[in-house]
């Protein structure tokens, strides 16, 4: 069974700038999550989704992050601008249905780095 | 709101030794979930091992276990027989009972050394 594909794994722009990741969860899975993990810290939740729809995106600094899950399959996550602050590892990860105690697994993620 | 701690930001050991990973975590609740993510360089999140709040018996997964103390809201990771592919960043991660979201702490660096 593939696991949680991610692209680009490895990204460097300016400040100012927008980017895209994007990520496709294992198949069959219906719940799919971003996480923000910054240097030197756990990751912290940006945004749920259950099939297409939004759960939860109360962490999600929606004035430059946006994230979509056309389908109910791939998900997009983009910044736009870009901040100094943003650096980080994007991490997506799915599961295989909206439950407490799910196995959450997750994918090699996608490192920015801002400058 | 619930919080989980790691308060061993780096820890080492020797090949084949046995070492203890420390976490505390905070919540009201009576049940929910815990569970350690190893992360290697490539940074992927790998499980190494759950456990419901709800069971006495603490889990084990070869030569991973855990001392699960729910009075105390402690939950530490024995790594017996270390092996030079253990070195990775170790977090503690929680779930609440009514939720399907993870709550990390700030990991444990693990070096292995032969």
């Known amino acids: 069974e593939a696991g949680v594909a991610q692209s680009p794994r490895y990204k460097i722009i300016e400040k100012r700038q927008s980017v895209a990741f994007w990520c496709n969860p294992i198949s069959g899975h219906a719940t799919l999550y971003w996480y923000q993990q910054i240097l030197g810290q756990g990751p912290k939740l940006l945004i749920q989704f259950q099939n297409n729809g939004v759960v939860d995106d109360s962490q999600l600094p929606k004035d430059r992050f946006s994230a979509e899950r056309l389908k109910g399959v791939d998900s997009t996550l983009k910044i736009q601008p870009a901040k100094l602050e943003d650096s980080a590892v994007y991490l997506c990860?799915?599961?295989?249905?909206?439950?407490?105690?799910?196995?959450?697994?997750f994918g090699e993620g996608s490192w920015l780095t801002v400058v | 709101a619930q919080t989980v701690t790691q308060s061993q930001p780096e820890m080492s050991v020797q090949e084949a030794e046995t070492v203890t990973l420390s976490c505390t975590y905070d919540?009201?609740?009576?049940?929910?979930?815990l569970f350690w993510y190893k992360q290697p360089p490539s940074r992927q999140m790998i499980l190494v091992i759950r456990q419901e709040a709800y069971k006495q018996q603490n889990a084990t997964e070869n030569r991973f276990s855990v001392n699960f103390q729910k009075a105390a809201k402690s939950f530490s990771l024995k790594i017996s027989d270390s092996q030079l592919g253990d070195t990775a960043m170790y977090f503690c991660a929680f779930m609440g009972r009514n939720t399907d979201k993870l709550i990390f702490g700030t990991g444990t660096r693990l070096q292995v050394f032969p």
């Open positions: 919540t009201s609740e009576n049940n929910y979930y």
């Open positions: 990860a799915s599961s295989r249905r909206q439950s407490a105690g799910n196995t959450i697994y």
